[in-house]
């Protein structure tokens, strides 16, 4: 008989086991899931790249600063323009971006300096930090400060 109530208690255990687990892993994954909302992609994002850097700040007011750092030069490349975060697809959309023409070069290409128009990247979370990035199937993505 005592052997039988060891066994309750260990399948009871068990039982409890999978449960936390399945608590844990359903806020894991709705984490993951679920679109940030507005208020979350409003702030500043920072891009590295090997030449430089590239700072974002999105604005309550739907518009954008921009400054791109070039290592090694003094001025930076300022622009501003508008964005729109489209949330059910999870994406923010702007107007008058600079583009990085290839952010896996470590040099600058000067393409970059007129290369600005509508751009639409995706906001997702990391994994364990829930950090906020866009452009994440980009090579370099825009990290949230």
């Not at 109530?5 to 679920?34: N, P």
């Not at 999105?58 to 791109?68: A, F, H, N, R, V």
């Amino acid at each position: 008989m005592r052997h039988r109530c060891e066994k309750v208690k260990l399948s009871w255990s068990l039982y409890l086991l999978h449960f936390v687990a399945s608590i844990g892993l359903m806020a894991i994954v709705s984490g993951c899931v679920l679109h940030p909302d507005p208020e979350e992609v409003i702030g500043t994002y920072i891009a590295e790249y090997g030449f430089g850097t590239d700072n974002l700040t999105l604005k309550p007011d739907g518009s954008y600063t921009q400054e791109i750092k070039v290592k090694g030069r003094p001025e930076l490349l300022r622009a501003s323009g508008t964005w729109k975060y489209d949330q059910p697809k999870s994406r923010i959309n702007f107007s008058d971006l600079y583009l990085v023409p290839n952010p896996y070069s470590d040099e600058w290409d000067e393409k970059t300096s007129t290369n600005r128009g509508w751009a639409s990247l995706p906001v997702a979370r990391y994994f364990f930090t829930r950090k906020l990035r866009f452009g994440p199937d980009e090579g370099h993505p825009f990290n949230k400060v």
